[in-house]
């Protein structure tokens, strides 16, 4: 497994409750906008996210409801809970102090480097 895969795996959570603040969206619509605001460098099959939806869906962050399209086509739209709310602040704090520590980090060996 490429190190990108697995930087994408500990981030999915939070990209996918990052879109949903914005508004509910379907499955698909979450994968393009996934790829769309990365510029193509983040991508999710859907087969990948749904048990991820799933799961957050079981754990009351995010609840789904089903709208007809057309005649016959049914589409599931994912909604952010109250909790999924507070499970985001939480998880962007974590995420920011640890990048920040990473990036911290990786200037002292950036700068280290230079003066040897």
């Known amino acids: 497994m490429k190190i990108s ?10 990209l996918l409750l990052t879109l949903l603040k914005e508004e509910d969206m379907y499955g698909y619509q979450l994968a393009q ?3 769309a605001r990365s510029s193509g460098r983040y991508k999710l099959q859907e087969s990948s996210m749904y048990p991820i939806l799933y799961r957050m869906i079981d754990k009351g962050l995010i609840s789904d409801r089903r709208e007809l399209v057309g005649k016959r086509r049914v589409r599931v739209y994912y909604h952010l809970e109250h909790e ?9 704090e974590d995420y920011l ?4 520590g990473v990036l911290e980090i990786l200037g002292k060996r950036i700068v280290d480097n230079e003066t040897d």
């Open 5 to 14: 895969e697995n930087v994408k795996r500990g981030s999915v959570d939070l």
């Open 33 to 35: 906008e996934l790829a």
């Open 97 to 100: 102090s640890t990048v920040g």
């Open 84 to 92: 999924g709310l507070l499970y985001l602040q939480q998880a962007l």
